[in-house]
């Protein structure tokens, strides 16, 4: 247990900014397997709104350095050239 009021207050803060990184990373994720999942369904229109839908989260998320802005990129690079690569096969 931490003795300083200042270290009893950073583990509050900590506590609360690793439940809220949890949720954000928890949604990406949410958000990325329903483009896939949209995607094996051979559903386009929905992996499209699923997409944008995954896109803003994941923007959002590394802007607020929840994840580094190269993951960020990286995430959406792929999920983009995923979407596009199924739709050309069909």
């Known amino acids: 247990m931490?003795?300083?009021q200042a270290a009893v207050k950073a583990r509050r803060q900590t506590v609360k900014r690793t439940a809220k990184n949890v949720a954000v990373k928890?949604?990406?994720?949410?958000?990325?397997?329903?483009v896939?999942?949209?995607l094996e369904?051979?559903?386009?229109?929905?992996?499209e709104a699923a997409l944008l839908a995954a896109i803003k989260i994941i923007d959002k998320a590394g802007q607020n350095k929840?994840?580094?802005k190269n993951a960020a990129a990286r995430k959406k690079s792929r999920l983009i050239r995923s979407v596009r690569s199924a739709k050309a096969k069909n």
């Not at 928890?26 to 329903?34: A, D, R, T």
């Open 2 to 4: 931490a003795n300083k």
């Open 26 to 34: 928890i949604s990406i994720k949410q958000h990325v397997k329903i």
């Open 36 to 38: 896939r999942k949209a």
């Open 41 to 47: 369904a051979k559903d386009f229109a929905k992996a």
């Open 66 to 68: 929840t994840i580094k």
